[in-house]
C-alpha cells in the first residue's frame, strides 16, 4: 500500500498557490484541526486534541504536540517556503507551507513518516 | 598551454540556471546589506547532472555566483544610508542528486550544500563573524528529473536565504559583546553530512541449499552507501525451492515446490571496509507449496513464517560490477515438510 502511495505522491512544495507570503500573517495560535491524505480526511487522535503552535512576532514559538509543551525560535524562508521551528532543546522542524490564509494552514512536516500527510492547522483569531 | 586548461577540465555542455529574484524578510532590524561577494570554491561549477534531455551536463549560475549571490541579496537587504557593508565568501556551492530508502519505498532526494562566511570591514581589513554549513534537502517520486531539474535554483535560493537568517539572527544577539579585542568568529553546523550518499542498485541470483530444500531465488537490493552506522537497504526477493527427493518422500510426496516471496522485516548491512558489506536479516516468507502425494494428487498448502539470515556481499567495483557473496539461513515455517531449516545461500549478481 504504502508502495503505491508513495509511487502516486508528492505533493511536494511546489504545488504552493501563488501569493506573496510574509512573517506577518504567521503571527497567530495555529491550532491542529484535521489531517489528510489524498483527499481522505482524518481526525486527530485523542493525544493529538489541542495541539498548536503559536507563532509570535518576536520569532519566539510555543507549541504543543502529542500533548508536550516546546518553545523556541522560528523562522519563515520564503525562498523555501518553509517555516523552522528550533525548539530550545535543539530540536529542528521543518514545515513546508502548501497553503496559508488568515483563518487556515496546511502545511507538511519534512519527516518520512508523515511526509504524504497534509496537516490542516486553524486561527480562532 | 594554460588556456588549454578549462577546455581540458570541462567536457560537458555548460548549462545556467538564473535564480529567481524572491525577495524575503529579514526577521531582525539589522541594517546590513551585501557589499562584495566573493566566490572562493575551486571547482566553480554546481555539479554535473542529467538535465531534461537526460544528457550530462555542467551546471553553473547564470552571471557567476558572485553576481547572481549578489543580487539575491541585494532585493533583500538594499543599501541604506548608515548600513553596515557585509562581505561574503562562498565556500561551497553545489547541488547533488541521489536516491534513497523512504518508509518501504525508494525516493529520489536532492540537496544544494552551502558553505558561507560572512565577514565585516574592521580597521581596513575584513574580519571574520560567522561561518555556516547548510544543506537544503528534498525528496521527490523516484525518477522525477523534471521536478527535480527544476527545483534545483529553489533550493539554492533556500539555501542562500537560510543562512542569511541564521547570520542575522545570531548577529543580532551578539553584536554587542563582538569587539576587536576579543574577538572570535561564530559558527553554526560545522558538522553536517555535506554529500548525499552513493545509492546502489544490486540485481542477484542465489542457490539455496539446506536440510530439506534446494532452490533459487532473485533479489533486487538498494541502498545508500554509509561508512558510519547501519545501512538499511530496500529489498525483494521471489524465491522457487524443491524439497530434496528424500525428504519429500519421507513425508509422503514425490514432488514438494514451494514459491516464496520475502519481504523484509528487519534488513541490515554494515560496512566492513570498501567494497565488503556484512549483512544481517530478518523477514517473513509468504507464498505456497504446490504438492503431489505419493498416489498422484495433487494440493496446494499456504506458506508462511519467520527467517533470518546472516552473511557477506563482496561488491568491488562502485559504478558498475559483479556482486558476490554467502549467508546462512535460519527459517520456521507452516511447511508440510518441514517445521524449521537451516542452510546456506550463494549469492552472484551485479551491480548498476
Given at each position: 500500500m504504502k508502495i503505491i502511495l508513495i509511487s502516486c505522491f508528492l505533493i511536494l512544495p511546489h504545488v504552493l498557490h501563488a501569493q506573496k507570503i510574509d512573517n506577518i500573517h504567521f503571527y497567530t495560535t495555529w491550532s491542529l484541526d484535521k489531517y489528510s491524505e489524498n483527499g481522505e480526511y482524518y481526525f486527530p487522535p485523542k493525544k493529538e486534541r489541542g495541539d498548536y503552535i503559536s507563532l509570535n512576532p518576536d520569532m519566539t514559538f510555543t507549541s504543543k504536540a502529542e500533548g508536550k509543551d516546546s518553545s523556541g525560535t522560528w523562522i519563515f524562508n520564503a525562498n523555501g517556503k518553509y517555516i523552522e521551528l528550533k525548539s530550545a532543546s535543539g530540536d529542528i522542524e521543518k514545515l513546508y507551507i502548501h497553503f496559508l490564509s488568515d483563518k487556515s494552514m496546511i502545511v507538511t512536516y519534512d519527516v518520512d513518516k508523515y511526509r504524504l500527510w497534509h496537516v490542516h492547522y486553524v486561527s480562532k483569531a | 598551454m594554460v588556456f588549454l586548461l578549462p577546455f581540458i577540465s570541462s567536457c560537458y555542455a555548460q548549462e545556467h540556471l538564473s535564480l529567481r529574484t524572491l525577495p524575503f524578510s529579514p526577521s531582525t532590524p539589522e541594517p546590513v546589506f551585501v557589499e562584495r561577494v566573493m566566490d572562493?570554491?575551486?571547482?566553480?561549477?554546481l555539479g554535473v547532472h542529467k538535465n531534461l534531455t537526460n544528457n550530462d551536463v555542467e551546471l553553473f549560475l547564470a552571471g557567476g555566483a558572485e553576481q547572481s549571490v549578489q543580487d539575491f541579496f541585494n532585493t533583500s537587504l538594499p543599501e541604506k544610508e548608515g548600513g553596515i557593508p557585509i562581505v561574503i565568501s562562498i565556500r561551497a556551492l553545489n547541488v547533488q542528486e541521489s536516491v534513497r530508502r523512504m518508509n518501504r519505498g525508494i525516493t529520489s532526494v536532492a540537496r544544494t550544500h552551502l558553505s558561507l562566511v560572512f565577514y565585516e570591514m574592521r580597521s581596513d581589513s575584513l574580519k571574520e563573524l560567522y561561518r555556516i554549513k547548510h544543506n537544503e534537502d528534498a525528496v521527490f517520486e523516484l525518477g522525477d528529473r523534471e521536478a527535480i531539474y527544476a527545483t534545483h535554483e529553489k533550493r539554492i535560493r533556500a539555501a542562500l536565504e537560510y543562512c542569511m537568517h541564521s547570520f542575522l539572527n545570531t548577529y543580532h544577539q551578539v553584536k554587542a559583546t563582538l569587539n576587536d579585542s576579543d574577538f572570535r568568529p561564530l559558527s553554526q553546523n560545522e558538522r553536517i553530512d555535506i554529500r548525499l550518499g552513493d545509492w546502489y542498485n544490486l540485481v542477484t541470483l542465489k542457490a539455496i541449499r539446506s536440510r530439506y530444500l534446494e532452490g533459487y531465488g532473485i533479489s533486487y537490493t538498494g541502498f545508500v552507501d554509509n561508512s558510519k552506522g547501519l545501512i538499511r537497504p530496500y529489498e525483494t526477493s521471489f524465491e522457487i525451492a524443491w524439497a530434496r527427493p528424500d525428504v519429500a518422500e519421507d513425508n509422503g510426496f514425490n514432488h514438494v515446490n514451494s514459491f516464496v516471496f520475502r519481504p523484509e522485516l528487519y534488513f541490515f548491512y554494515k560496512?566492513?571496509?570498501?567494497g565488503t558489506y556484512a549483512s544481517m536479516s530478518a523477514n517473513v516468507p509468504v507464498g505456497f507449496e504446490l504438492l503431489e502425494d505419493l498416489e498422484g494428487k495433487n494440493s496446494v498448502n499456504f506458506v508462511i513464517g519467520v527467517g533470518a539470515s546472516q552473511g557477506l556481499r563482496f561488491i568491488p567495483w562502485r559504478k558498475k560490477g559483479i556482486v558476490f557473496g554467502a549467508d546462512v539461513l535460519q527459517q520456521l515455517e507452516t511447511s508440510k515438510v518441514y517445521r524449521f531449516d537451516l542452510g546456506i545461500e550463494l549469492v552472484l549478481g551485479f551491480n548498476f
Open positions: - | 572562493d570554491r575551486l571547482i566553480k561549477s560496512k566492513l571496509f570498501q
